[in-house]
C-alpha cells in the first residue's frame, strides 16, 4: 500500500504529544515485564502490593484480572467494537508498536493492549464505552479503538475479527523469521526462568537453540510441529516465524485494502514515521508521536553458549522458500 505517513502536512498543525498518557502506556510495560521475569524472585511484600495495585490498573498491557472483564461485561452493549487491530507473531514489535501508535489522541485505549478472549463479550468488554469516545470525537472530529496483540499464526483470529468488525482496520508487522525466533528463545529461557521451570525434567529435556532448530528443521519440512511454548500461539518457535499461510488466509476473509503489512525493520530504525504512516492509515488527524523509551526488548541469555552465526545460516536456508512465498503475496521482497 502506498505510504502516506506525510498526508496533512501542509494542512493543520498536528497535535502535541501527552506526556501522561506516554507514561501510562510505559508503565504498563514496564509492570508487564516485572510481572513476567522479576516478580517470581522479589521479596514477598513487593509481591503483594504489586498484586493489590494489579488489580485496579487503568491499563494494562497483558492478563487483565477476570473480575475486571466479568465486571464490564455488566455493560457490554454499551461498549465499542474494535475499529482497527495491530497483529503480528510474538517477539515481532506489537508492544513497541502499541507505545507509538496508542499515542495518538484519538485513540481511546482499550482496558488492555493484548485483548484476549474465547467470546465477543469477553472482547467487547475490554473496549471503551460509546460515552467514552463522544468527547474525544467532539474535540478531534473522530474518535477509534483498537488493541495490539501477537496472533500469528492463530488461523481463527481473521474470521473472529471479521465477525466482530467486518470493516476492520489491520495493521501486521512481520519481524525477520531468523532474528524472530531466536529472539523467541531467548522470551522462552528467561519466562522458564522466572518461574522456576527452567531447570524442571518436563522443560530441561528440551534441546537447546542449535540442537532445537535443527530438529525443527527437520520434522517442519517432513510435515510435523515443533516443540511446545510457554508463549505465542501455535506449535514451535520456527513455525510462528511461517507468515505466509496466516496472511493468505487473513487477504481472503478481511478487506485487502484495510490491511497495511509493515516490516519490523522499517519501525525500529524510524517509529515516528511508521507511526505516522498507520496514523494515516487509520485516517486519524495529524500528530506527532514521542518516541518510547520501553519497547518490551527481549533480555540477552545469559552465558548462551553456541554459535549464533551457524543457527542463523540454518534458519535463513530453512525459511527462504517461506519468505519468497510470503514476498509474492504482499508484491515487496524484504530481503530476507
Known sequence: MTDRGDRGAAGPQPIPPDP??????????????????????APWHRRVAFSIADQFREYYMHEVPPWRVALRQINVRDRVIPTFACI???????????????????????????????????ILSQMPTHRQLEPIRRKHGVAVT???????????????ARAMNPSLRTVVILRDPVERTISHWQWEHHKLVSVGLADDPFWACIPKLPERVRIEIEVLRGG?????????????????????????????????????????????????????????????????????REKNA?????????????????????FKPHNDALFELIGTDWGW
Request: aromatic content about 10%; some cysteine.
Open 298 to 318: 527481549t533480555p540477552p541469555v545469559p552465558g548462551l553458549d553456541c554459535d549464533l552465526d551457524a543457527v542463523r545460516a540454518s534458519l535463513r536456508d530453512f
Open 224 to 292: 510435523g510441529v515443533g516443540f511446545p511454548t510457554v508463549s505465542g500461539q501455535g506449535g514451535g518457535i520456527l513455525e510462528q516465524s511461517i507468515y505466509a499461510p496466516f496472511l493468505k488466509v487473513l487477504f481472503d476473509v478481511m478487506n485487502r485494502e484495510r490491511i497495511l503489512v509493515l516490516n519490523a525493520r522499517d519501525f525500529y530504525a524510524d517509529p515516528i514515521r511508521i507511526a505516522k504512516q498507520i496514523y494515516a492509515f487509520l485516517e486519524l488527524p495529524p500528530f506527532e508521536p514521542i518516541e518510547s
Open 20 to 41: 501522561e498518557r506516554v507514561e501510562r502506556l510505559e508503565r504498563a510495560t514496564e509492570s508487564f515485564r516485572w510481572k513476567r521475569l522479576e516478580k517470581p524472585h
Open 88 to 122: 503480528g507473531a510474538i517477539r515481532s514489535g506489537t508492544s513497541a508498536l502499541s507505545q507509538h501508535v496508542f499515542q495518538h489522541p484519538c485513540i481511546v485505549l482499550p482496558l488492555a493492549k493484548e485483548v484476549h478472549g474465547f467470546r465477543h463479550a469477553d
Open 146 to 160: 483498537g488493541y495490539s496483540t501477537p496472533v500469528i499464526p492463530l488461523l481463527v483470529w481473521p474470521f473472529a
